[in-house]
DNA sequence: CCGTACATAACAAACGTTTGGCATGTACGC
DNA sequence: GCGTACATGCCAAACGTTTGTTATGTACGG
């Protein structure tokens, strides 16, 4: 009807920037409508302009989230199969300060997300998405012979495991878990894997 | 000293019962005084008796948690070396809904402990304590030949990661992932584990 | 009495949300 | 082309509620 005179998507994705600077830095638990709109310079009249209310504040982070970590500035997989299954792996890893903040705020929003059903069927079917997606490389592997033939939704859940599990060591003690480390860890679970019979 | 009418430690400990079961229902985020006070069938005046604040709430909570880890009615390990490893593991991981509420509290601690710079040490002494248990049984597992010789601290990384992942995971997927699939990718992790090389 | 145990109630601060208003743009009859 | 009509962008302020904390009062065993 009447196009906006400021770019309203533009704007909103403004808006989501200031949330996810926030939650990087007070996680949930201090993720307040003025909280954002200080961060934004601005009033809570603009953040509610563009978002309801707290809790589609809440679900657009976490649609964020999962974006993201789909479309992270990524190495590209260098093959298909085992290799890409690395590189997956490596993309969802804290291996930068971008990718701690991502991971931080993922580790962060189980709280929430686990007391609230609607976000914590949200959650869960992400978490679904995110296995399908592994579960493809897994299988690439198994035809090419780099993984043996075992269940590849069970190998799927093993690897999520072992990652989402190496995140939260990783954010508790960056200094024990550098890149170079938490990549070695990955080789090393990976080689593990690939030894496993059928 | 102490006329105490009513054992002070006695009332004390149903207040962290209270806290309890407040954060196994609605989560860290959800944690207030007057809901303790609700749980607890009492006033707010009563919790702060025991408790100066709000703060010392949560310190005692993630203290209760890491005690409860340690003191669970925990499987007697069977055998030292591997076995007395998948007691451990088996120990952390969501199998009976006692052992499910107090993971989801533990990983709903994860916001506030990422944000919080005193409760961040102190959560990274008890992963770091954690890890310690889990190394002692790799070690005796790798004399007894069980395990590969590789360094044991990081297999324990690797054991913890994967437990820890898993635990995320099944909380977020309770009908996907029940006590005896939980059970069985455990094995298979060390499955994989006690054959890869040296 | 005195100190502990707790209820009651008040408090300021912070919270999410709503409202009124002032701009500033587009749409359109004329 | 111009003025009315209306939608949008945003602020400032206020709403009522909930928060953590504190002060005051009552009951009672020693």
Redesign the interface.
């Known amino acids: 009807m009447s196009p906006a005179r400021t770019d309203h998507d533009s704007r909103r994705q403004d808006v989501s920037e200031a949330v996810w600077q926030v939650l990087a830095?007070?996680?949930?638990?201090?993720l307040t409508m003025r909280a954002v709109a200080a961060a934004l310079g601005s009033s809570t009249g603009l953040v509610t302009h563009y978002f309801a209310g707290k809790r589609e504040l809440i679900a657009h982070a976490l649609d964020i989230l999962e974006e993201r970590t789909a479309h992270r500035p990524r190495r590209a997989a260098p093959a298909p199969g085992l290799a890409a299954l690395r590189t997956q792996m490596l993309n969802i890893l804290p291996l930068t300060p971008a990718a701690a903040a991502m991971n931080?705020i993922w580790?962060?929003?189980?709280?929430?997300?686990?007391?609230d059903p609607d976000l914590?069927a949200a959650?869960?079917l992400r978490?679904?998405r995110i296995r399908a997606g592994l579960r493809t490389s897994i299988e690439e592997a198994q035809q090419l012979g780099e993984i043996p033939d075992?269940d590849p939704g069970?190998l799927a859940?093993?690897v999520?495991?072992?990652?989402?599990?190496?995140?939260?060591?990783a954010?508790?003690?960056p200094e024990r878990?550098p890149a170079a480390t938490q990549t070695?860890?990955v080789d090393?679970?990976l080689?593990?894997?690939t030894?496993?019979?059928a």
């Open positions: 830095e007070h996680g949930f638990g201090g931080r580790v962060g929003s189980w709280d929430v997300a686990l007391s914590f959650q869960s978490y679904e075992v069970r859940t093993m999520l495991s072992f990652t989402h599990g190496l995140v939260v060591q954010l508790f003690d878990l070695r860890l090393d679970f080689a593990a894997l030894r496993e019979t």
